[in-house]
């Protein structure tokens, strides 16, 4: 079709203007808005001509209506890739509020339901069509998209195609695929909040993107301020911030546990907080969520599970009591902060520990590849002949003599591979409330396990409750599984304790044909590649935390190739490390006093107070530098050392 005809040029620009009118039409009809942010109209624009797209859109920039309008407007279906079933629900229950026909097509609906969508995407009833790119790949669904009128393809957190964006998903590999399917000329596009040069190399190329327009709105945002405060004691650093900033907030931590824990300490502190993570029931979580969106909690303690469709504009600080280990995830999560536009704050805690444990972290995420041969093997040995095995996890963490937790990430890396297939609970969340006060615990004898619940459980288990992993809890107290489940059904039938943990599941394993060297060794270059990836952007992140001499928010967009001046406000930029009251000599001459008196361990208050005497204005600064440095080294026992240079 010659675009480039001058004539029919011309009928091109008069159909895009057409289309543009209606485009704003259905945009103040469906959503209630007088007109496209800038960003969103140039996407919206080249959709309509027609064009593949790449858009690069920071949280919060109104991505999902980059395509919506556009789908609206061409009519037909369009069809959306979507990595989490929780982000394909949010947007087909916004567009289905608007009355706009849309269904998500997961695991977790039934095949007669998943039918039945189809059917009406058919008929003209469904104008999106949300689905997993799993499911997209597989043939049976293939088939299906044949019989519908597909007009757009889009392609959401696209950046999971590239072993170099942060969330890798294998499945989003073969989604070039699809054009043979649908049609040739059904444009794609392309979204993404996060992307650096080189992922977005990989999304054209992967995806088959042809001439794409890339359009990408700038990441710099400057009503933030960016700060990292260094202490062994983040709680003591929490209270001073959460009572220092004003409105409200999210803090992030990187556990559930963490998440019920920190929102406990910040109530007894009279703070209002409330914890949010994937392991809640999702009516608690929109609760939860509901309570602080109109300000009836102030403080949010999340997972990252939190965040994603949820719009708080006025939200003025993110704190990150973990830190987060991936500039894409930092630059996401603090970006739901200060969308109105007026200051907001982005605080991390750093402790010197915090590095080791994000390293250990991303190790545990990638099992070493001898392990999983190794564990493969052994299941084929259990296995026999029927290269089918039905065991509970915790008789297969025994057998194999790992942690549970080792032991599902390499399950599911397996399954990913496609080398088993794993039917069952992988995992045991169980929600735990106590259902008398903490007065009947107390003076009553109780079993082992029963102290174990009181202490892991702490407060909640008295007022909102708890949602646990039993494995994990039943591997922290070393007994089986069951045995924990007996515990708490006996608590369950005293009335002191409700629960809806179950009894411990059988897992049915079955092992697929048996992988070349070939296949292995392709899965070790793989994993090993993935690994190497985190462990750059682990590195990169380390670097924002630990550095002190360039401007936050410099450090930071240098990832994601925006050149930008000095922020002015970050604390780097406001000076906060020049300590004026200590000249370079007289600090050298103090690391001298200091590798002295810190040769011995000295607990973290005694420092303070030995720092405090000589610079009674600078000694938090200067014990922030040295942590941050790596000077002083933080022992278990909460006690600090100073670390000899090599
Ligand atoms: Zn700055």
Not at 74 to 92: E, H, K, N, W, Y
Not at 130 to 150: C, D, K, N, T
Not at 279 to 306: N, P
């Amino acid at each position: 079709m010659g675009r480039e005809g001058d004539g029919e040029g011309f009928l091109v620009f008069v159909q895009i203007w057409g289309m543009m009118d209606r485009a704003l039409e259905v945009l103040r009809r469906v959503w209630g808005y007088a007109e496209f942010r800038p960003v969103q109209g140039q996407v919206v624009e080249a959709v309509l001509a027609g064009r593949d797209v790449l858009a690069l859109l920071p949280t919060g920039g109104g991505k999902s209506l980059c395509y919506q309008v556009p789908g609206l407007v061409f009519g037909g279906v369009t069809l959306v890739v979507s990595p989490l079933i929780a982000l394909m629900r949010d947007q087909v229950e916004g567009l289905r509020r608007r009355g706009v026909g849309a269904v998500a097509i997961d695991s977790t609906l039934p095949k007669v339901l998943r039918e039945k969508a189809l059917q009406e995407a058919a008929e003209g009833q469904v104008q999106f069509l949300y689905a997993s790119p799993e499911r997209l790949v597989m043939e049976s669904f293939q088939e299906a998209l044949r019989g519908l009128p597909i007009r757009l393809v889009a392609v959401d957190e696209a950046h999971c195609i590239s072993q170099w964006g942060h969330d890798f998903r294998g499945a989003y590999l073969e989604l070039g695929s699809l054009r043979a399917v649908i049609g040739e000329q059904v444009p794609w596009i392309a979204l993404t909040a996060t992307a650096t040069a080189r992922v977005q190399k990989d999304i054209i190329e992967l995806l088959g993107l042809r001439e794409p327009v890339v359009i990408r709105q700038p990441f710099y945002r400057p009503n933030f301020y960016y700060a990292v405060v260094y202490d062994v004691d983040k709680d003591k650093r929490l209270l001073q911030s959460v009572k220092k900033l004003s409105g409200s907030g999210i803090v992030y931590v990187s556990s559930q546990r963490g998440a019920v824990q920190v929102a406990e300490r910040l109530r007894s502190w009279g703070v209002s907080a409330a914890a949010y993570h994937a392991g809640m029931a999702s009516q608690l979580r929109s609760a939860v969520q509901e309570a602080w969106i109109q300000e009836k909690v102030r403080i949010i303690v999340a997972t990252s599970a939190f965040g994603m469709g949820i719009d708080k504009p006025d939200t003025r600080f993110v704190l990150h009591y973990d830190l987060a280990a991936e500039p894409e995830a930092y630059f996401q999560e603090v970006g739901r902060a200060g969308r109105d536009g007026e200051l907001a704050y982005a605080v991390a805690l750093y402790s010197p520990q915090d590095a080791l444990d994000m390293e250990r972290r991303i190790q545990e995420k990638y099992p070493a590849h001898p392990f999983l041969q190794a564990l493969y093997r052994q299941l084929e040995g259990w296995a026999g002949a029927e290269r089918r095995l039905r065991l509970s996890l915790s008789q297969l963490t025994q057998r194999a003599q790992v942690s549970a937790h080792l032991l599902r990430q390499a399950l599911h890396l397996l399954s990913q591979e496609r080398l088993l297939e794993v039917q069952g609970e992988v995992g045991q969340r169980a929600y735990l409330r106590s259902r008398v006060g903490p007065e009947v615990w107390q003076g009553k004898p109780l079993s082992p396990q029963a102290e174990w619940v009181l202490r892991l459980g702490g407060a909640a288990l008295f007022r909102e409750g708890v949602y646990v992993d039993l494995q994990d809890w039943a591997q922290e107290m070393g007994v089986e599984y069951e045995e924990l489940y007996r515990e708490l059904e006996g608590l369950r039938r005293l009335g002191w304790i409700e629960h809806d943990a179950l009894p411990e599941g059988v897992l049915a394993i079955s092992l697929r044909g048996r992988p070349t060297p070939t296949q292995w060794e392709a899965i070790r270059h793989k994993y090993r590649d993935l690994l190497r990836a985190a462990q750059v952007r682990l590195r990169f992140m380390l670097g924002y935390y630990q550095q002190r001499s360039i401007c936050r928010a410099q450090y930071l967009l240098r990832y994601f190739d925006e050149e930008i001046p000095p922020c002015g406000q970050c604390d780097v930029c406001r000076g906060y490390y020049r300590v004026e009251e200590v000249s370079e000599n007289t600090l050298e001459a103090l690391q001298a006093e200091l590798a002295a008196y810190m040769e011995v361990p000295r607990p973290v208050r005694e420092v303070q107070g030995f720092l405090r005497r000589r610079f009674p204005k600078s000694a938090e600064q200067i014990l922030e530098i040295l942590i941050a440095e790596g000077q002083v080294e933080l022992l278990s026992d909460w006690r600090l050392r100073w670390r000899k240079k090599k």
